[in-house]
């Protein structure tokens, strides 16, 4: 296995030439070139193509040999680029890996970050940013990351040990620990690693090729495999691998990582949509484990930042002609672009989404019309509950609509009671992509802690579920199949509703009516015209 097609390609100063092609990169790596091209901030990154994953996966030999000689010739570029040294004592370089097809699939498939973190480079960055605190969050994340998804070593023993910590120390949460209790921790997370048999190898070439082929491998998922299956994506060929120099959204209440949409992808309204966390990595946002704060946390710390993103957005948004999710990350002040990619949407957002970008004249009506096709004008209708009820609780919109089903505390019950022919709630403390059966099945989502661009809230939005996140007074006692809502306790498989306009959580079964959206009856004049 030799030739061009093989060969890695480079996204930065002096990058490759001629077009990028998400067929051959993947669409995530095909948009950061785009970033790139439109003069919008993005760390230098090279591509191992999807042309590589089947082999990969297949583990045949020709395939590895292509994949580390890439590896090594695009490591090479970036050092030059970055002018820092993968595992250098004083000026490291640290990449992250992350994966995508040609066809956006947010959060079913594998990213590690933090790659080339060694006991020698964590004490390098530290020279160079005069951060440890900074240095051991990163160390402590490689480890979980590496351990995780290369080694397949389950996530709750990490949990348990910061549990322990965020204990011990008597601080409210993770993100509240100093740099010293931050270098115990990573040092509990790499005995732990150790006793599993998944440390990472202090050569931090052999970290990123490890990192590489699990991204790789991670496209044969079950989570990837069932999303394709359920969004008629099965005829891709492969992901792609990307590595891309980091930007360390935890340096600081001057950072942080964060999610914006172009447009509101739950309703369409034409206002900038964010999720921002600060002193924090993306993992931390996307994940759903941590509750983010909106765009005005944003503005507030960090006003010219705001400013850059609002601006980018927009450039974005005239660039691609679509409203657009972009991942972002603040190092020390600075805004970085990480990704873009048509936003995942409503139905009901679709249609004024469509129908605004005609009317503004970014796109046409012929356009417009072939992008809500397949939109069922009934599906897009404007649910709400006949009748106003006491609310139990209240949580964050993440995706509107109403829903009225039986609590499930599992995907597992959550398909089991569909099957049954019965409305379900999946209710969570936090979900995951591994959770995509069950969204499928569910006709409505609550979560105890996370935000609105989750991958999982996104995933909810794509296939039209109300969903609810960030319900602060839910406590979930899985073993013995019960909740509490504030003081009210709910049984599995009690009834529950989720009001998607209000954000309010009910108790009890209740009826529901549902109205057309405004923009339906214009598309239907542009379909009778058009026809």
């Known amino acids: 296995m030799n030739g061009r097609r093989y060969d890695p390609v480079f996204i930065g100063p002096g990058g490759s030439p001629g077009p990028i092609l998400a067929v051959h990169v993947g669409s995530k790596a095909a948009e950061l070139a785009r970033l790139a091209a439109l ?24 395939a590895m040999k292509a994949l580390r000689k890439g590896l090594v010739e695009g490591i090479g570029w970036l050092e030059q680029t970055m002018k820092r040294r993968l595992g250098d004592a004083r000026a490291p370089l640290l990449v992250s890996v992350r994966s995508g097809a040609e066809r956006s699939m947010p959060g079913m498939l594998d990213t590690i970050l933090d790659v080339g973190m060694t006991g020698a480079s964590v004490h390098g960055l530290i020279r160079l940013t005069g951060n440890p605190r900074m240095a051991f969050d990163s160390w402590r994340r490689y480890i979980q990351g590496h ?61 990123i090729a490890e990192a590489a082929e699990a991204v790789y491998r991670s ?6 495999r069932e999303y394709r299956r359920l969004n008629g994506l099965e005829g891709l060929s492969g992901t792609a691998v990307t590595v891309q120099a980091m930007a360390f959204g935890n340096s600081g209440g001057d950072s942080g990582a964060g999610v914006a949409f172009s447009r509101d992808p739950a309703t369409g309204a ?72 048509p936003a995942k949407r409503t139905p009901r957002a679709a249609l004024k989404i469509a129908v605004d970008l005609a009317e503004e004249g970014l796109i046409d009506r012929a356009e417009a019309l072939v992008r809500v096709a397949e939109i069922d004008l009934a599906a897009a209708r404007v649910a709400r509950f006949a009748e106003a009820a006491e609310p139990a609780a209240r949580a964050t919109v993440a995706s509107p609509g109403v829903a009225c089903g039986r609590a499930c505390f599992t995907s597992a019950r959550a398909v089991e009671t569909a099957r049954a022919g019965e409305p379900a709630i999946l209710v969570r403390r936090d979900t995951s992509t591994e959770d995509v059966a069950g969204f499928a099945a569910a006709d409505g989502i609550l979560t105890a ?13 794509q296939m039209g579920k109300a969903c609810l996140v960030g319900c602060r007074s839910l406590a979930i006692d899985e073993p013995h199949g019960v909740a509490t809502l504030g003081d009210r306790k709910v049984r599995e498989g009690d009834f529950i509703a989720l009001d998607g306009a209000t954000g309010e959580v009910s108790l009890g079964q209740r009826a529901m009516i549902a109205e057309d959206a405004p923009e339906a009856a214009i598309v239907r004049a542009w379909r009778k015209t058009a026809a």
């Open 449 to 461: 802690v996370g935000g609105r661009t989750a991958h999982a809230a996104v995933v909810a939005r």
């Open 147 to 207: 351990a995780e998804i290369v080694g397949g070593v389950a996530p709750g023993g990490f949990s348990a040990l910061v549990d322990d910590m965020v204990r011990a120390e008597g601080v409210a949460n993770e993100a509240e620990l100093d740099s010293e209790a931050l270098e115990r921790l990573s040092g509990q997370f790499l005995a732990h690693a150790v006793r599993h048999g998944h440390a990472p190898p202090d050569d931090p070439i052999e970290q």
């Open 219 to 224: 496209w044969e998922g079950a989570r990837a």
């Open 270 to 341: 034409k206002a900038l949509y964010v999720d921002f966390l600060a002193d924090a990595q993306g993992e931390d946002v996307v994940s759903g484990r941590r509750s983010p704060a909106g765009l005005g946390l944003l503005a507030r710390r960090m006003p010219e930042v705001a400013r850059l993103l609002e601006e980018g957005a927009r450039t974005l948004e005239a660039a691609c002609r679509d409203v657009q999710d972009i991942e972002f990350t603040v190092e020390r002040g600075k805004l970085w672009f990480l990704q873009t990619r």
């Open 39 to 62: 003069r919008l901030p993005v760390p230098p990154a090279f591509v191992l193509p999807t042309a590589l994953c089947a082999g990969v996966v297949a583990g045949d030999e020709a």
